[in-house]
């Protein structure tokens, strides 16, 4: 019997039947603890090693109980510190809307 290559399988240059040969290997094996540990501890070390350019949000909570809102954007070094959730909305699509000053 003879599959034929899917449209992905076709673009990506891969045998016919990969696709879903992968698929049902990974539903078929469990993975060993140590080796879940490993791949969790590979994932850690690569996030470390190689950063985002996504910007970093961190939620805090004043005194009051109000929340407040920082966020640094890894590509442009800019902090922006907001009271409420809408100017960091507005600021984070400034990142997107605007173009760059050189």
């Known amino acids: 019997m003879s599959l034929e290559p899917t449209l992905y399988e076709a673009l990506e240059l891969l045998p016919a039947g990969s696709v879903y040969q ?9 993975s060993h603890p140590v ?41 442009t070094h800019q902090c922006c510190v907001c009271a409420g959730e809408e100017g960091l909305r507005a600021w984070l699509e400034l990142r997107y809307y605007v173009a760059p000053v050189r």
């Open 22 to 30: 992968t698929a049902l290997e990974g539903q078929q094996t469990k």
């Open 35 to 75: 080796a879940r540990a490993l791949r969790a501890a590979g994932a850690y070390l690569l996030a470390f090693l190689a950063p985002s350019d996504e910007p970093q949000v961190e939620v805090r909570l004043k005194e009051g109980g109000a929340l407040q809102f920082a966020a640094y954007d890894p590509v």
